[in-house]
């Protein structure tokens, strides 16, 4: 047989007998396009919390408020004052508030009435689809025309797509950076024989690890700072660098990215599935953790998945953090969320990993 054939027919035989790899070259793509489908396949993509306060409390101001949560866009939430709404649109738990002033039902007949509305605008797109939705609603009354005037803003400027992009860009390194590079490095010693010389050592298995675990997150840090810096020197963007809160975030999510690289490394039956799987899981939750769009885009059955990432955790307390200027009191419950989570993840890793080692 010509060498040539000979090393093709070999290689491919190998590919179809390492089961792992052909999961993740044959299957990944299939969830690809169901995952898609189901995020960008919806007739009613989002669907966005409005706070109501209606003062004037009339049967027309009910009738609209009726007409609003029929939209399909708007899910409507009543508060009875206005310092309550502000408030939770301040802390993020909705998306925009609407307050009907009183006198709203009698002022519309002479054409002078208004509403205000307040838009969360640390998040544009989300900001576009409510002021949309608000403007088309109210425009069918064209005879008694409603002025839609601009309330509270919870940021200190108005923001763009790049200052929403940017805290999510800054996961990506705990993707990559910690974790694909923490499973490619130990797979790599798997690969070498490393840890079957270290065990006839003086040196403990565990030692491997360690280095491991600060040299990925060296390289995590490596990786944040270019991207910070480059984004504020090219893009200028209007957000908090707030650094005594976004390291720890930082931090904690590199741990996390590492704690999981590792759970893959020792689970993984072979080099190259290990590779295979940390590169398409990363891929994979970059849609899950709200790097490029808000969680709230997702299916409600995907924002629970999404709700178990310790990732999305970290992607929402850096955008707290840089555009809603979030203090340390908003921010410790994520800080104990990510600590739990790279705890018991971490621990379980290294119980695989003195496993792994010894059947090395």
């Given at each position: 047989?010509n060498p040539v054939f000979g090393i093709a027919i070999k290689d491919i035989k190998v590919f179809l007998r390492e089961k792992g790899s052909l999961f993740w070259t044959i ?56 310092t309550s709404a502000l408030e939770a649109l301040k802390n993020g738990e909705i998306n925009s508030v609407l307050t009907f002033p009183e006198g709203f039902s009698e002022n ?161 039956r072979s080099p190259s599935e290990a590779s295979n799987a940390a590169v398409t899981i990363g891929v994979f939750l970059q849609f899950f953790i709200g790097m490029y769009f ?67």
């Amino acid at each position: 047989m010509n060498p040539v054939f000979g090393i093709a027919i070999k290689d491919i035989k190998v590919f179809l007998r390492e089961k792992g790899s052909l999961f993740w070259t044959i299957v990944f793509p299939i969830l690809i396009l169901f995952l898609y489908s189901a995020i960008f396949g919806r007739e009613v993509p989002f669907v966005a919390n409005i706070a109501i306060v209606d003062m004037d409390n009339t049967q027309l101001t009910n009738n609209i408020i009726y007409g609003l949560n029929q939209t399909e866009v708007l899910q409507v939430k009543m508060f009875q004052d206005n310092t309550s709404a502000l408030e939770a649109l301040k802390n993020g738990e909705i998306n925009s508030v609407l307050t009907f002033p009183e006198g709203f039902s009698e002022n519309l007949t002479h054409g002078t009435t208004y509403i205000v509305l307040s838009v969360d605008e640390t998040n544009p797109d989300v900001a576009d689809i409510i002021h949309s939705v608000i403007q088309g609603f109210f425009s069918k009354f064209a005879s008694n025309p409603v002025t839609i005037k601009e309330g509270v803003s919870i940021s200190r400027e108005k923001l763009g797509y790049k200052e929403f992009l940017l805290p999510g860009i800054l996961t990506y390194p705990f993707l990559f950076s910690s974790m694909v590079a923490a499973t490619s490095a130990i797979v790599y010693e798997r690969e070498l024989g490393t840890l079957k010389r270290i065990r006839v050592s003086p040196a403990h298995p565990l030692s491997v690890l360690w280095g491991k675990t600060l040299a990925t997150m060296a390289q995590t840090a490596i990786s944040l700072f270019l991207i910070s810096t480059l984004a504020f020197s090219l893009l200028n963007p209007k957000v908090n660098w707030n650094l005594p809160l976004l390291i720890p975030i930082m931090v904690l999510g590199s741990i996390n990215g590492i704690s999981i690289g590792l759970l893959i490394s020792c689970i993984a039956r072979s080099p190259s599935e290990a590779s295979n799987a940390a590169v398409t899981i990363g891929v994979f939750l970059q849609f899950f953790i709200g790097m490029y769009f808000p969680v709230e885009f997702l299916p409600e059955y995907l924002q629970t998945a999404s709700n178990v990432i310790p990732m999305t955790y970290a992607a929402k307390a850096m955008r707290d953090i840089m555009l809603r200027n979030a203090g340390f009191d908003k921010i410790f419950p994520t800080m104990i969320i990510l600590t739990i989570s790279a705890v018991i993840i971490y621990i379980t890793g290294i119980f695989l990993y003195r496993r792994w080692v010894t059947k090395e």
